[in-house]
């Protein structure tokens, strides 16, 4: 899914177009499915907003962790990674405010996954891909 994802992202780049890709299409599975008539087994698992960028829209390139936080050799080090937390929230802090969001990386992911009531619905993906007929183990 993953792989079929960025090679659409990758294509629509290509032609000019920029993409969004749009988790939140898991956050009602069985909404979604009923919407778009797929059959029992079936489920969207991601969606793509494809269009053409707005050439007045300064997004700017968002920092990313360095890549030794995120490139490990043989064994995944997590102290090599959580070395790099803090001065790379320093950096997404001050590109957030440039865009008008509040927060740094890591209080965005921990606020996200604080439990159900912030998971938009994802909390019970089991039970929808049950419920549509994919066998959870
Ligand atoms: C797997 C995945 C799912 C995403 N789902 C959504 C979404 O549901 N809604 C949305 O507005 N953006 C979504 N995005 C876009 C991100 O919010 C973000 O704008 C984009 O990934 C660029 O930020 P990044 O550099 O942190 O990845 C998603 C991105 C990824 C990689």
């Not at 659409?8 to 979604?32: D, H, K, M, Q």
């Not at 927060?103 to 606020?111: P, S």
């Not at 998971?119 to 993906?125: E, I």
């Amino acid at each position: 899914m993953a792989l079929a994802a960025q090679n659409a992202v990758v294509a629509a780049e290509a032609l000019g177009l920029g993409s969004c890709y749009v988790g939140a299409i898991r956050n009602r599975p069985e909404e979604v499915a009923a919407e778009l008539g797929l059959p029992p087994h079936a489920i969207a698992a991601f969606g793509l907003a494809v269009g053409r960028p707005d050439p007045t829209e300064d997004a700017g390139v968002k920092p990313r962790l360095p890549q030794q936080a995120v490139l490990h050799h043989e064994q995944y080090d997590a102290g090599l990674a959580d070395a790099h937390l803090a001065t790379y929230d320093e950096r997404l802090a001050t590109y957030n405010a440039r865009h008008g969001l509040a927060g740094a990386w890591t209080d965005r992911v921990l606020t996200r996954l604080a439990g159900p009531e912030s998971m938009a619905g994802r909390h019970r993906l089991r039970e929808a891909l049950e419920r549509l007929g994919l066998p959870v183990r």
